[in-house]
C-alpha cells in the first residue's frame, strides 16, 4: 500500500530462510482483513507498507531448528507470530507472546512468505485439503480464530444468550462460535440482509437492525430487560463498543475484538456496567488445532465469509469492494 487508497501488486525478492527457526511457506491463498481497510482509509499510516497478514500453503523449507513442521506440510498460521513457549504462551496468550510480532509487517497478500519462529506459529492439517477446504482453512488464520476468541472472552455457552456487534467476517465467525459452544440464544446486530442471512446460517436466532442506544434497548427488551449474557464488539468504533457495554447485562462477559481507534470509554460508565472485559488481539494459535479439525472433519463451514474471489493481482478491487461493503471478506487467489 503506497498511501491511503493506493494499492498496487509488485515484485519482490523471494524470501529465504535468515534465521534457524524460520519457514518458507508458497501461499495456497490469501485474504483481505477488515483491519486492512484501517490504513487504506487512511486511520493508520501508509507509506509502501506491505500488506497482508492471514495465510495458508505449503511449507518449501524450513531453517536447521524446525521441528514441528516438514517440506510438503500444509499449514495454516496464525496472524500474530509467536514461540508457542514462554510463559504467556502456555497461559493460551500467544498474542502476547515475549517474542511476538504482527504476520502484517511480513506481508502475506504474496506468493510466499518467510514465518519466524516456524515451530510455534505454524500448524500443519492432517493431510494435503481438498480444494472446497481451504477457504475455510484460511478463514481460521484469523477471523474465524479472533472471532472464537471473542466467543470465549464473552463466555459463550450453553443456558448464555450472546449478542454479536458488529456483522463482519469476525461477528459472523463469532456467531459460528457461539452456536459451536452451545449457546441458547444469538443476537446478531446487522442491518445487511446478505449478512442477516449468513449470521442465521451460522446460528444467529434473532436479528437486532437498530444501533446505539435503541439497539442496547433492543437486546435488553430480547432478554427480560437484562441484557446479554454475553457480548461480542467486533467493530471498534466509539458506538459500536459502547452499544456492546451497554448490551452486557450485570455481571456479564465482554468480549472485544474489534481493532480500534480514538475509542473512549468512559470510566464512570465501565465501573457502573459491573461487567466482566477481556479482548484485543486474538491468541488464535491457542485455537488452531482444534478449529483445523472441525474443519477437517467437515462440522463447520467458515469458509462461506468469502464472498468475493479475486486473483491476487486484483487485490485493489478487493480492498475497494470492502471499504464499499460491497464484500464481506475477499479472498486472493495464487
Not at 510463559?87 to 506468493?111: D, N
Not at 480444494?131 to 450453553?158: C, M, R
Not at 440464544?185 to 436479528?207: C, K, N, V, W
Not at 469458509?303 to 478487493?318: C, I, N, Q, R, S
Given at each position: 500500500?503506497?498511501?491511503?487508497?493506493?494499492?498496487?501488486?509488485?515484485?519482490?525478492?523471494?524470501?529465504?530462510?535468515?534465521?534457524?527457526?524460520?519457514?518458507?511457506?508458497?501461499?495456497?491463498?490469501?485474504?483481505?482483513?477488515?483491519?486492512?481497510?484501517?490504513?487504506?482509509?487512511?486511520?493508520?499510516?501508509?507509506?509502501?507498507?506491505?500488506?497482508?497478514?492471514?495465510?495458508?500453503?505449503?511449507?518449501?523449507?524450513?531453517?536447521?531448528?524446525?521441528?514441528?513442521?516438514?517440506?510438503?506440510?500444509?499449514?495454516?498460521?496464525?496472524?500474530?507470530?509467536?514461540?508457542?513457549?514462554?510463559?504467556?504462551?502456555?497461559?493460551?496468550?500467544?498474542?502476547?507472546?515475549?517474542?511476538?510480532?504482527?504476520?502484517?509487517?511480513?506481508?502475506?497478500?504474496?506468493?510466499?512468505?518467510?514465518?519466524?519462529?516456524?515451530?510455534?506459529?505454524?500448524?500443519?492439517?492432517?493431510?494435503?485439503?481438498?480444494?472446497?477446504?481451504?477457504p475455510s482453512l484460511l478463514a481460521a488464520s484469523d477471523v474465524l480464530g479472533t472471532g472464537w476468541f471473542?466467543?470465549?472472552?464473552?463466555?459463550?455457552?450453553?443456558?448464555?444468550?450472546?449478542?454479536?456487534?458488529?456483522?463482519?467476517?469476525?461477528?459472523?465467525?463469532?456467531?459460528?462460535?457461539?452456536?459451536?459452544?452451545?449457546?441458547?440464544?444469538?443476537?446478531?446486530?446487522?442491518?445487511?440482509?446478505?449478512?442477516?442471512?449468513?449470521?442465521?446460517?451460522?446460528?444467529?436466532?434473532?436479528?437486532?437492525?437498530?444501533?446505539?442506544?435503541?439497539?442496547?434497548?433492543?437486546?435488553?427488551?430480547?432478554?427480560?430487560?437484562?441484557?446479554?449474557?454475553?457480548?461480542?464488539?467486533?467493530?471498534?468504533?466509539?458506538?459500536?463498543?459502547?452499544?456492546?457495554?451497554?448490551?452486557?447485562?450485570?455481571?456479564?462477559?465482554?468480549?472485544?475484538?474489534?481493532?480500534?481507534?480514538?475509542?473512549?470509554?468512559?470510566?464512570?460508565?465501565?465501573?457502573?456496567?459491573?461487567?466482566?472485559?477481556?479482548?484485543?488481539?486474538?491468541?488464535?494459535?491457542?485455537?488452531?488445532?482444534?478449529?483445523?479439525?472441525?474443519?477437517?472433519?467437515?462440522?463447520?463451514?467458515?469458509?462461506?465469509?468469502?464472498?468475493?474471489?479475486?486473483?491476487?493481482?486484483?487485490?485493489?478491487?478487493?480492498?475497494?469492494?470492502?471499504?464499499?461493503?460491497?464484500?464481506t471478506k475477499v479472498l486472493l487467489t495464487l
Amino acid at each position: 500500500m503506497y498511501s491511503a487508497g493506493d494499492v498496487r501488486v509488485e515484485e519482490r525478492e523471494d524470501p529465504r530462510i535468515v534465521e534457524p527457526t524460520d519457514a518458507i511457506v508458497r501461499l495456497t491463498a490469501t485474504c483481505v482483513c477488515g483491519s486492512d481497510l484501517w490504513p487504506y482509509r487512511g486511520i493508520e499510516p501508509a507509506d509502501h507498507q506491505v500488506m497482508g497478514h492471514e495465510y495458508v500453503g505449503v511449507v518449501e523449507e524450513i531453517g536447521a531448528d524446525v521441528k514441528n513442521v516438514k517440506v510438503g506440510d500444509f499449514v495454516v498460521g496464525s496472524f500474530v507470530i509467536s514461540d508457542n513457549t514462554c510463559e504467556i504462551c502456555r497461559s493460551g496468550f500467544q498474542s502476547k507472546c515475549v517474542h511476538a510480532s504482527f504476520v502484517s509487517q511480513i506481508g502475506t497478500q504474496a506468493e510466499k512468505a518467510r514465518i519466524p519462529l516456524a515451530d510455534g506459529t505454524l500448524v500443519a492439517t492432517p493431510g494435503q485439503p481438498e480444494p472446497e477446504l481451504i477457504p475455510s482453512l484460511l478463514a481460521a488464520s484469523d477471523v474465524l480464530g479472533t472471532g472464537w476468541f471473542a466467543a470465549v472472552a464473552a463466555q459463550a455457552g450453553p443456558g448464555k444468550s450472546v449478542a454479536v456487534v458488529g456483522d463482519g467476517a469476525v461477528g459472523l465467525m463469532a456467531i459460528l462460535a457461539a452456536k459451536q459452544l452451545g449457546a441458547e440464544r444469538i443476537i446478531a446486530m446487522s442491518r445487511h440482509p446478505e449478512r442477516q442471512a449468513l449470521a442465521r446460517f451460522y446460528g444467529a436466532t434473532d436479528i437486532v437492525e437498530e444501533r446505539g442506544d435503541a439497539g442496547v434497548a433492543k437486546i435488553k427488551e430480547l432478554t427480560d430487560g437484562m441484557g446479554a449474557h454475553s457480548v461480542v464488539e467486533a467493530v471498534g468504533t466509539q458506538e459500536s463498543f459502547m452499544q456492546a457495554v451497554g448490551s452486557t447485562r450485570g455481571g456479564g462477559h465482554l468480549g472485544y475484538v474489534g481493532v480500534n481507534y480514538d475509542v473512549k470509554v468512559p470510566g464512570i460508565e465501565l465501573f457502573f456496567a459491573g461487567i466482566h472485559t477481556l479482548g484485543g488481539p486474538a491468541p488464535v494459535r491457542r485455537f488452531l488445532p482444534d478449529l483445523i479439525q472441525l474443519i477437517w472433519d467437515r462440522k463447520i463451514d467458515p469458509g462461506k465469509v468469502f464472498d468475493l474471489t479475486l486473483p491476487l493481482e486484483e487485490a485493489a478491487e478487493g480492498y475497494k469492494a470492502m471499504d464499499e461493503r460491497r464484500a464481506t471478506k475477499v479472498l486472493l487467489t495464487l
